[in-house]
């Protein structure tokens, strides 16, 4: 038990491509639902499959120190335990942890990294109200601890700090699998000097143009399938944010009024420790609190166990439930059922035929996360949209002037600018990296065929489009899959779509006509 925990806020560029070394190499091992153990502590196996989508782009590599030096530990007592004695086998230990090689993982939006010295909390137990973050996050009072790890999972987890790991990574990227093409992209595309030039792009009185850097850039060939931008629910997109401004004066305003005051850590961790247990998936999930997050959440694996990163800076009281259905009641429970299915690898995808996992993954996603809000304007998916197709047509300073219409923050705007550009170096030529569209299109083909989606199992059958659910129905196992609490009452769960159709002022004819 941990009387103490503390959690890194401070973030650095890594000054190394770190994506090969991914999560790609853990092996995939079927999940005993029936074992309560095994819903405590999740197989690193199904971690592979839950986290093959980002929840938004920019992503954060964490490290947790205390499990390193735990498998280290063991792994030290073990050669030695016979000619040493105990004190010897502790001093043994620590020079094991100095020398090996740290490898964090990459997540999938790559491109930051937490140093190792602080990990992040295991949500287990209350956190206390009292308790005073400064520096780095902690919690103090109340108890919690980071559970034992069986041993066959522990020799696995060492493995992953050995140089030959990178081997198997290598390998599984040359096979193509989709999640190694998304680490290495998302990763490729960060910029790694952003900050020097969003310092000139402000200087400049917002008329400069950045000329990005990358570590380790993407393949043209690569970019190119990225930069097509579609116009389809180009008109949808700009009437969201209209609709929304109409009612609220600015984007500002309603942020404030519908997200309500920003939270404290102690409350944020209160908060994430309540919908774990409402979840039952108390203990599972690491979390981790920063302000140097692009993204308001994202999900990724920290040795073998999903962590959730949370951006401080964002945390809203009304919309932290919302996130955490996104990022828990979504993509963790998805990826956890998946793991169970014929389809839980890239052989089994292709052998069934299916489509890919998105827009529905990032749609549904997106829906849960305003689907209990007063007024469920469907705004950072629609601006996402509209943001990334600007791009393809505009300049850098051009769009930053563009996005104006409908946020003032120059901060903002500097953000989601760089969203749409990343993967360019001259952002003055019209560009745009095309992931942010994903979110509206998959919400707008969701709402469209709401009345025939059977939602419970396109939760439990795991990673699946919506059009496969029909399909694929027959040939799932769905006893004892997980779903999340608010999938319980299928008849409130229709009524809040159909009001996010209503707050959005979009209607089933419209739908119909742009969607067949």
Not at 11 to 29: A, G, I, M
């Amino acid at each position: 038990m941990l009387e103490s925990i503390c959690v890194t806020e401070k973030l650095h560029w890594p000054k190394t491509e770190l994506s090969r070394k991914s999560l790609l190499s853990l092996e995939v091992h079927k999940l005993n639902i029936n074992n309560e153990n095994s819903l405590q502590h999740p197989p690193s196996g199904i971690l592979k499959d839950i986290f093959t989508t980002g929840t938004s782009s920019y992503n954060v590599l964490l490290q947790s120190k205390e499990e390193k030096k735990h498998h280290t530990q063991k792994q030290s007592s073990a050669h030695h335990k016979k000619h040493r004695k105990t004190t010897r086998c502790s001093s043994t230990s620590r020079g094991s942890e100095h020398r090996r090689i740290k490898v964090p993982l990459p997540l999938l939006g790559g491109g930051w990294c937490c140093p190792s010295r602080q990990p992040p909390i295991l949500v287990t137990g209350p956190v206390a109200t009292s308790v005073r973050f400064a520096g780095g996050a902690s919690a103090a009072g109340s108890t919690a601890g980071l559970p034992p790890r069986p041993r066959s999972r522990t020799k696995k987890h060492s493995n992953l700090t050995k140089p030959k790991q990178s081997q198997a990574s290598k390998s599984h990227g040359k096979e193509g699998d989709a999640s190694g093409q998304k680490l290495c992209l998302l990763t490729a595309i960060k910029p790694s000097n952003v900050e020097k030039e969003k310092a000139k792009f402000f200087n400049s009185d917002f008329t400069y143009n950045p000329q990005f850097q990358y570590e380790n850039p993407a393949l043209p060939n690569v970019l190119a399938k990225h930069s097509h931008a579609s116009d389809r629910f180009l008109k949808q997109s700009i009437n969201i944010m209209k609709r929304t401004l109409q009612k609220y004066g600015s984007y500002e305003k309603f942020e404030q009024a519908t997200g309500g005051s920003l939270l404290t850590k102690s409350r944020i961790w209160n908060h994430v420790r309540k919908y774990m247990v409402k979840e039952g998936c108390l203990g599972e999930i690491v979390v981790h609190l920063t302000e140097d997050l692009l993204s308001r959440a994202s999900m990724t694996v920290v040795n073998g166990r999903p962590t959730l990163t949370i951006n401080v800076s964002t945390a809203r009281e009304h919309w932290l439930e919302g996130m955490l259905r996104h990022e828990i009641g979504t993509h963790y429970f998805r990826g956890f059922n998946n793991n169970s299915q014929p389809w839980c690898n890239r052989n089994g995808r292709r052998k069934h035929g299916l489509k890919p996992i998105n827009p529905t993954e990032e749609g549904l996603a997106s829906i849960h996360s305003v689907l209990f809000r007063k007024d469920p304007f469907l705004w950072r998916a629609a601006l996402l949209y509209y943001t990334v197709y600007q791009a393809s047509q505009m300049s850098f300073s051009q769009l930053f002037q563009d996005v104006g219409k409908f946020v003032k923050d120059p901060n903002t705007r500097w953000d989601y600018c760089v969203r749409a550009k990343r993967g360019w170096t001259d952002t003055s030529q019209p560009g745009c990296f095309n992931k942010d569209q994903v979110y509206l299109d998959g919400i707008l083909r969701i709402l469209r065929y709401r009345e025939s989606i059977d939602f419970h199992l396109l939760t439990a059958l795991g990673k699946i489009s919506y059009e496969d659910v029909d399909r694929l129905k027959g040939l799932a196992v769905i006893e004892n899959m997980r779903v999340p609490h608010f999938l319980q009452d299928h008849a409130r769960y229709m009524e809040h779509l159909k009001k996010i159709m209503e707050v959005n002022e979009l209607t089933d004819e419209e739908l119909q006509d742009l969607i067949n």
